[in-house]
Nanobody, 128 residues
Framework: QVHLNESGGGLVQPGASLTLSCTAS????????LGWFRQAPGKEREFAAA???????FYGAAVKGRFTISRSNMKRTLYLQMSSLKPEDTAVYYC??????????????????????WGQGTQVTVSS
């Protein structure tokens, strides 16, 4: 079992950058593929980015080119570097861990059901 804890959220202006972190405890990260999801007020949770055990990355259309997902297994930490932030990026950001085998994960990385463990979320607000 792995416990995930997000940090790094806050209030930023449009165009700014912000980096989120997700620290794992209870289990090493190297055995999991990882993802970031987000949920805006009044909307369903949506996929943002994912990274496999071998660090292959995937991005949702809304964040591709602006966000970068990375991981440090040694530090047990997942990162989401966000740049050129827009008001529509305002959401609660969640990290999640998946124990699916690579083939299954690579076909289903955007599905919430692919992830077994979830953090509590961190709020990101983009506003002038």
């Amino acid at each position: 079992q792995v416990h995930l804890n997000e940090s790094g959220g806050g209030l930023v202006q449009p165009g700014a950058s912000l980096t989120l972190s997700c620290t794992a405890s209870g289990s090493a990260l190297h055995g999991f593929s990882l993802g970031w999801f987000r949920q805006a007020p009044g909307k369903e949770r949506e996929f943002a980015a994912a990274i496999t055990r071998s660090s292959i990355t995937f991005y949702g259309a809304a964040v591709k080119g602006r966000f970068t997902i990375s991981r440090s297994n040694m530090k047990r930490t997942l990162y989401l570097q966000m740049s050129s932030l827009k008001p529509e990026d305002t959401a609660v950001y969640y990290c999640a861990a998946s124990s699916l085998i690579s083939g299954s994960f690579n076909s289903n990385y955007a599905e919430e059901t692919s992830y077994r463990y979830w953090g509590q979320g961190t709020q990101v607000t983009v506003s002038s």
